[in-house]
Structures are given as C-alpha cells and as structure tokens.
C-alpha cells in the first residue's frame, strides 16, 4: 500500500471526473473567459474555471452571457475539464441555469458562495450565502439536479475577520446537497485580498470534510505553493491573481521549469493573448480588455522601474492594437525602449 503524500502532478477524481493533476484555475471575475482558461490549460492546469456568471442572465437568456460568457474553446479540453461558475441565490432559476450549462458542455459547475463584491451580496448571492446555510443547500442542490453535473463551492471562511461559518457551511454543502468538493479561500469576505490567508483553516477542512478540499487564495510563487499545499493537506491548488500574465506559475508546479521566461517569452504571450481577445471580443473591445491585462505582463519583462513606467503608460494609451504590436515590436528590436516609446508617442 502506498502511503506516500499525493504530488500536485497526481491525477485525482473530481465527482467521478478524472482530473489530470492537482493545479488548477481558479475563477476570475471579468477575466475567466476561454482563452484565460486555454492559456492555463496551455502550461499545465488540469482543470480551469470560468468566470463568475449570473445565474438570473443565464435564465433570462441574456445573449452576450449566453454567448460569451458560456463559450469553450474546443482545445480547453485537451489539458482536463472545464467547470462554469455560477452565483445566484434563487434554487428554481440556477436549476434552470445550470441545465443551460450542462448544455454547453461544461464538465462542472462551481457555485460562488464567497464573493464579497456588494452589488452581488445584495442580491442574496456571494458571500452572503455564508449566512443563510439552508438556502446555500438549497441553490447546491438544485444546481445539481438541474445540470446532472458535479457541482463544487467556492467559500470563504467567513464575513467578517474571526469567523469560521464558512467550514460550517462546506460540511452542510456536503452532506446535505453532495457537493463534490469545497474550494477554499481561508479570508474573511470583508477584508477581500488584503493580509494573510489563514491556512490552517484549509488543514482543518481538509481533516474534517469528507470530500475534496482545495486550497485557494494568496499562492502567487512555487515554493509557497507547494508549502501550503503539503502543510494543509488539500486535496489541489487552485491559482489565481498570481497567474495573470503568468502562465509560467503552471508549469513551475508541473514541470518544475525555474527559470523565469525570457523578453521573448513574455512578448509572444502577451501577443497570443491579443489575438484571442480580437477573436473573442472584435478588435475595439479588445483594445479596452487588454487595457487591464497589460500590467500584468510589463511586470514579467524585468525593467528598470522608469522604463516599465513609461512602456506601461504607452500601452495603455495605445489607441488600437496596431500601436500596441508597434511597441511590443521596437521592444524586441533591443532598441531602447525610452527610444522605441517616443517614437510612437
């Protein structure tokens, strides 16, 4: 028999979905679509989830969330399953939505029950879940008759600093609804992503709960990855804000690749990004898209603090995408980049 501590490189069984490894994309509100999800997929993520999405647009048969929001890239599944997030707090609308989902051909559903966001906590959804467990059975419960899929939770570990409602919670999700696994976020709502996860939240879950735990929140580099990951007992990583213009992250962990990525490296993702946010969203969306995304990829070419300064204002104020493929071009002229950025001010 082996006793050996599972690798995050092991495959697992996600609700009887075989998962090819224990590193996965968590869901990133605004940012989850499919060629975020590819890109994980691409260096390594066995599984990927979408961003969040309205169960009440998804009912109402909004088309841009029907059309967009919902969208699988044909190549997502080459690298494991593909899970839809969903929030909403009414049961009878995401039974309807969730069966849209599985429609799609979503492997999964995963169930917003953190996000401390006010405009959805108002609504009854997000983290405001956390206090009214009978209707978080509830919305779980019928998300999966609905789909017929297995639905997982994402939590926090409570509303205000302190408080463990959120472990409550995942034990009632669990037992109750059959929630096949809980992914935890061991922060208080309130705080959103300041100070410290709690980790030893997500060590008592993962001894207490009888069903997957996954560790997310705050895993932004290898070895503290994989600190936490053997520390806690979890069961997966789930890998966020640090992997934004940082698919390398993927890799480091399942590949163990150490070297950070090169100029070139960095230019030619950021150039596959912009490609697919043109296929995705048409060039003049994707021009404001990408505005966001930027930042994170400057931060990967390693300038002097002036210089990333000034490239960041230039792409910012890139008035198409053009513009943007002019300076990423002069950049990898190895011209000065102070040069390359006033010739095309």
């Given at each position: 028999m082996?006793?050996?501590?599972?690798?995050?490189?092991?495959?697992?069984?996600?609700?009887?979905i075989p998962v090819p490894n224990r590193v996965l994309l968590a869901p990133l509100a605004g940012i989850g679509n499919w060629f975020t999800r590819l890109q994980a997929k691409r260096y390594g993520a066995g599984m990927a989830v979408s961003e969040m999405v309205s169960s009440h647009a998804i009912h109402h048969r909004n088309e841009r969330t029907c059309k967009e929001m919902l969208r699988i890239h044909p190549e997502?599944?080459?690298?494991?399953?593909?899970?839809?997030?969903?929030?909403?707090?009414?049961?009878?609308?995401?039974?309807?939505?969730?069966?849209?989902?599985?429609?799609?051909?979503?492997?999964?559903?995963?169930?917003?029950?953190?996000?401390?966001?006010?405009?959805?906590?108002?609504?009854?959804?997000?983290?405001?879940?956390?206090?009214?467990?009978?209707?978080?059975?509830?919305?779980?419960?019928?998300?999966?008759?609905?789909?017929?899929?297995?639905?997982?939770?994402?939590?926090?570990?409570?509303?205000?600093?302190g408080e463990t409602i959120g472990l409550e919670l995942a034990k009632r999700l669990v037992a109750d609804a059959g929630v096949a696994a809980i992914a935890l976020?061991?922060?208080?709502?309130?705080?959103?992503?300041?100070?410290?996860?709690?980790?030893?939240?997500?060590?008592?879950?993962?001894?207490?709960l009888p069903a997957p735990v996954i560790l997310t929140g705050g895993l932004r580099e290898r070895e503290g990855i994989l600190a936490a990951f053997r520390g806690t007992g979890a069961a997966a990583v789930m890998l966020?804000?640090?992997?934004?213009?940082?698919?390398?992250?993927?890799?480091?962990?399942?590949?163990?690749?150490?070297?950070?990525p090169s100029t070139d490296e960095v230019v030619a993702e950021l150039r596959w990004t912009i490609a697919r946010a043109?296929?995705?969203?048409?060039?003049?969306?994707?021009?404001?898209w990408l505005r966001k995304a930027y930042p994170w990829y400057v931060v990967?070419?390693?300038?002097?603090?002036?210089?990333?300064?000034?490239?960041?204002?230039?792409?910012?104020?890139?008035?198409?995408?053009d513009a943007v493929q002019t300076l990423l071009d002069r950049l990898l002229d190895a011209a000065p980049v102070a040069t390359a950025l006033s010739a095309t001010g």
């Open positions: 082996n006793d050996a501590p599972p690798q995050l490189t092991d495959s697992w069984q996600l609700g009887g997502e599944r080459d690298g494991g399953p593909v899970s839809i997030q969903l929030f909403g707090a009414d049961p009878e609308i995401m039974r309807a939505a969730a069966a849209r989902v599985a429609e799609t051909g979503a492997d999964a559903i995963d169930l917003n029950m953190g996000c401390p966001v006010p405009k959805v906590c108002k609504t009854g959804a997000g983290a405001a879940l956390l206090s009214d467990h009978d209707l978080a059975v509830r919305v779980a419960r019928a998300a999966a008759e609905g789909s017929g899929l297995p639905v997982t939770v994402k939590l926090r570990s409570g509303r205000r600093p976020h061991p922060r208080s709502a309130a705080v959103h992503h300041k100070g410290f996860p709690d980790y030893s939240l997500v060590a008592r879950l993962a001894r207490e966020a804000r640090g992997s934004l213009g940082n698919p390398w992250l993927f890799s480091s962990l399942i590949e163990d690749r150490t070297q950070p043109s296929e995705h969203l048409g060039r003049e969306r994707a021009t404001r990967r070419l390693r300038l002097e603090r002036h210089v990333a300064k000034a490239l960041q204002e230039s792409l910012q104020s890139a008035p198409c995408l």
